[in-house]
């Protein structure tokens, strides 16, 4: 069975966003595929932070990823910080990681540019994240639109590896060259439909450092308030002006919470200017509380039981372990340790 890995940082919130993009998916694959999620806290401590934060963050990401439906019977759940090979690991593969490979993620453009001092750290985050994803020679890893060029450095650091280090399979390849063992996976991006969701100023993605967010256990009052204001259609200044749906990221959202029929409906209401703006956004408001009512109430439900969220952190950060000695045992055989 193919495994799947993916990560969320405790840098803030889960917002819909996340939700969308990626959790929501992982809640569904988690019953096709042997899954494993992680809290990646290593790499929240690449931009600035506040360490007493961190620690309330870790908790609360973890319930909210528990509330979203992410089942401790069914896939493993995990602190990375728990599972030291994640950071040895990363060590091995930054000594092959090309320098000019780093420079080029986009993240770390736009991440650097809007500090005064950059750090290594930042650098070398996607090496850390190939790390997680290559410790369980995981294949598929389900993600927003976001991390693909990560993901593309994880494939060149795994190709290199593997080419490396990888036992010789004794055949040669059809360049001549020695075959070599796949002993790490190309692991793949796994997008959905939803892959980018733009914040609610409709100018950038989702994203908890642009401030444009829906959490995902914000109570409904707090909901509307971002939701009354948020940009739709700018062609549309009346009520009266015809909209065009496909432009306006309140339609989007009805298109991740809505049933088809009212998604239809909503088409046909905006663009032949039948409904205002705040009638579709008040239908979107309903819709987002019929999904979103149950993961508020398991959230309540984990806050009066933390042991219930001790135990899967602990359970998932056990069986992690075991597989993450596993990888690294040979690792470091494979690179003379
Ligand atoms: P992060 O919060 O940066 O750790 O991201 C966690 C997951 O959510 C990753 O798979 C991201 O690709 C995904 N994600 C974050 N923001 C968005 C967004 N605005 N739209 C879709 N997916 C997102
Ligand atoms: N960089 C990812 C993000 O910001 C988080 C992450 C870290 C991750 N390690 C990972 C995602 C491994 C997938 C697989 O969203």
Redesign the pocket.
Known sequence: MSRI?????PSGELHIGNYLGAVKNWTQLQHEFESIF?I?DY?AITQQYDPERLRVRRREMAVSLLSAGIDPNVASLFVQSQVPEHTELAWFLNTITPLGELERQTQFKEKSARQESVTAGLLNYPVL?AA??LLYRADL?P?GED?VQ?LELSRVVSRRWNAMFARATGKTTEDGAEEREEFFPEPKPLLTPMRRIMGLDGQAKMSKSMNNTIGLLEPPESIWAKLRPAVTDPKRIRKTDPGTPEVCNIFHLHKAFSSPETVEHVAVQCSTAGWGCIDCKKVLAESMETELVPIRRRAVELAAYPKAVDDALAAGADRCRRLARETIDVVRERMGF
């Open positions: 890995f993916s990560g969320i940082q992680c990646v790499h994240q997680d994803i890893v993600v991390q990560h």
